[in-house]
């Protein structure tokens, strides 16, 4: 359950000198809890997310060229899911609608 932890890091940020917006969470961590918190409203299933990822400092267009592309053929998509170890199931999970 998602709401007792953000009360707790809540009271943790305003216990020590007042609310401040202190505690450090990472962008890799927050949009890894926002994507099972959106799994888990939708009726899916929920999963511990283990926390203290440190961001990324490096940013390369090549990498994201990467990414599947709505673009890209079915069989392409594929190759980079497969690429990734990922299935057809994962794909149409991930990608379909």
């Known amino acids: 359950m998602?709401?007792?932890?953000?009360?707790r890091m809540?009271?943790?940020?305003?216990?020590?000198q007042g609310c401040d917006g202190s505690i450090l969470?990472?962008?890799?961590?927050?949009?890894?809890?926002?994507?099972?918190d959106a799994v888990v409203l939708t009726g899916g299933l929920s999963w511990?997310?283990?926390?203290?990822?440190?961001?990324?400092?490096?940013?390369?267009?090549?990498d994201a060229n990467n990414l599947p592309s709505f673009t890209d053929?079915?069989?392409v998509q594929k190759q980079k899911f497969t690429d990734k170890?990922?299935?057809t199931k994962d794909l149409v999970t991930l990608v379909g609608e």
């Open 48 to 62: 511990s997310v283990p926390t203290g990822r440190r961001d990324g400092l490096v940013s390369s267009s090549s």
């Open 10 to 16: 809540h009271f943790h940020d305003c216990f020590v």
């Open 85 to 87: 170890g990922l299935t």
């Open 73 to 75: 053929s079915i069989d």
């Open 25 to 36: 969470v990472s962008c890799a961590d927050i949009l890894a809890l926002a994507a099972r």
């Open 2 to 7: 998602v709401a007792p932890g953000h009360l």
